[in-house]
């Protein structure tokens, strides 16, 4: 039976930049941090890095056309911001806006709508060498006059935009744990690196707001949680589990929707937690038109145990742990994706009602929602069942939220075709198109073509 999502729900699917482009030294485009952490031995599997990757910089136009053929509504991709300013800050380069105008004519060409993300952490390294990226403050109008280049030179066709692609992993991966560039490890900077990062998102938006009221598009954030289950109802398990919810979203959509941090990360941080000043306070507040999520997947969260309370705050959570102090662990009964991620479709729905609750019933759009198969071959792929029913249950999860009252407006999948992922190099797959990297040929997966019947549906049939 077909269980139908509402009118004018948008489905569409997702990429980034460094992640599918290629052509990383032509069209005048400047290094990347990413550039940069993949020739770090040991840092990226397999020695992999984006020099090639689906070379999306020179086949975008087979790619629209397939897109088209999947029957997207919409695309969502990023900016390489160093191909629009090669050393970060200054002039715009020629090249770079003519290969992003060609993308956007095409989609609209198409009938595809543009969802563009200003920054998917790839920064100029010229920012990073200058004057430490995003651990300085002065970034902050620099992402500013970089985000008007973008309003300015794309806006007149672009409606959708998004500013940010999940800071937290910008802050934990990149300067707590060091897996993703520029790869410190460090217990305060991505507390630093999120204060600057959410300011950098807020001056974007006051830009667009003051500068592009003409244009009439939309702006707002990205970000990723995981779901937290407490492990047992008792009180201490459930107090967990909230806190470990506010350390993850709450610490970067509570500015932006009530103005400050969560009060438990001010009480356990204390100093080092920066503060906004009045001023950035306005800024920040209602400073997001739509609750851009990214979800993948759940944990069980408990009070830790004081007597193993180091070795269990390691796992899990990636950095903060000894922060928020809450234990996290699996249900033996779950399934894993290849990253090893937990399928819990419920989980989804629970997030999205626990986000309606919080903020005050946003309009929602998933920006971001996938899995990883292990895809040896061709064949495999082509039978990718556990994607599609990754994406069934998911999608039935979200069904059952906007029933619940959640205002849940679209879906992206992650991602259009396999990619560059990041840290795990080649290895990992998450598209529901297969790129075999050798001939960088594209085929459909059957999770595409299960997809592309829900979107013609405008529903899923269960
Ligand atoms: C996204 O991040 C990125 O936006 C995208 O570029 C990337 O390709 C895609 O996901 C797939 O990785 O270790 O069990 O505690 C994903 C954010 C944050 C989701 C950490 C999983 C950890 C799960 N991820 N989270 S666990």
């Given at each position: ?8 729900f ?7 930049s460094y ?5 990383t ?13 993949c020739?770090i ?6 020695g ?5 990757s ?17 029957g ?18 200054g ?5 770079g806006?003519?290969f ?8 609209l ?25 995003w ?19 794309f806006?007149d ?55 592009s ?24 398990d ?19 929707w ?45 009070e ?11 796992a ?24 090893g ?12 009602k ?15 929602n ?20 990754f ?9 059952h939220?906007i ?38 040929e594209?085929t ?14 405008n529903?899923?049939?269960?």
């Amino acid at each position: 039976m077909n269980q139908p999502f509402p009118e004018h729900f948008v489905w569409g699917s997702a990429t980034a930049s460094y992640q599918i482009e290629g052509g990383t030294t032509e069209g005048g485009r400047g290094a990347s941090i990413w550039d940069t952490f993949c020739q770090i031995p040991g840092k990226v599997a397999g020695g992999d890095t984006g020099d090639v990757s689906c070379d999306h910089f020179h086949r975008f136009e087979e790619d629209i056309k397939m897109m088209k053929e999947l029957g997207l509504q919409a695309y969502r991709f990023s900016l390489s911001w160093s191909r629009i300013q090669p050393d970060g800050t200054g002039e715009a380069n020629a090249e770079g806006i003519t290969f992003y105008n060609k993308i956007i004519d095409c989609l609209l060409a198409h009938g595809i709508e543009p969802w563009i993300t200003l920054y998917h952490w790839d920064l100029p390294q010229g920012l990073e060498d200058r004057m430490g990226g995003w651990l300085d403050k002065s970034i902050i109008p620099i992402f500013g006059d970089y985000a008007r280049i973008c309003f300015e030179q794309f806006g007149d066709r672009v409606k959708n935009w998004i500013t940010l692609n999940e800071p937290w992993c910008s802050a934990v991966l990149g300067y707590g744990l060091g897996v993703h560039a520029p790869g410190y490890a460090d217990a305060d900077m991505p507390y630093v690196v999120a204060h600057n990062l959410i300011l950098s998102h807020a001056i974007a938006v006051k830009i667009y707001r003051e500068e592009s009221a003409h244009q009439q598009g939309r702006i707002g954030i990205t970000n990723n949680c995981d779901w937290r289950i407490p492990l047992t109802d008792s009180e201490a398990d459930r107090a967990a589990a909230q806190r470990s919810l506010e350390f993850f979203l709450g610490w970067f959509a509570d500015p932006i929707w009530k103005g400050d941090y969560p009060a438990v990360m001010r009480e356990r941080l204390g100093d080092r937690l920066p503060v906004f000043s009045a001023d950035e306070r306005e800024m920040l507040l209602g400073s997001s038109d739509f609750f851009g999520l990214n979800h993948y997947t759940t944990m069980l969260a408990s009070e830790p145990d004081p007597d193993t309370k180091a070795e269990v705050n390691i796992a899990g959570n990636g950095g903060m742990a000894e922060d928020q102090d809450v234990h996290l662990s699996n249900d033996p009964d779950w399934v894993q994706t290849q990253m090893g991620w937990n399928i819990v479709p419920e989980g989804c729905r629970e997030l999205l009602k626990w986000i309606d609750e919080r903020y005050d019933q946003p309009e929602i759009y998933i920006t971001e929602n996938g899995c990883a198969v292990d895809e040896p071959d061709l064949e495999s792929a082509l039978h990718d069942v556990t994607r599609r029913d990754f994406f069934k249950d998911y999608l039935n999860e979200c069904r059952h939220a906007i029933t619940a009252g959640v205002d849940l407006r679209g879906y992206f999948a992650w991602s259009l075709m396999d990619n560059f992922e990041w840290s795990w190099g080649y290895e990992r797959r998450f598209g529901i198109v297969r790129v075999d990297y050798e001939t960088l040929e594209r085929t459909p997966k059957l999770s595409a073509k299960w997809f592309s019947e829900v979107i013609e549906t405008n529903g899923i049939s269960m």
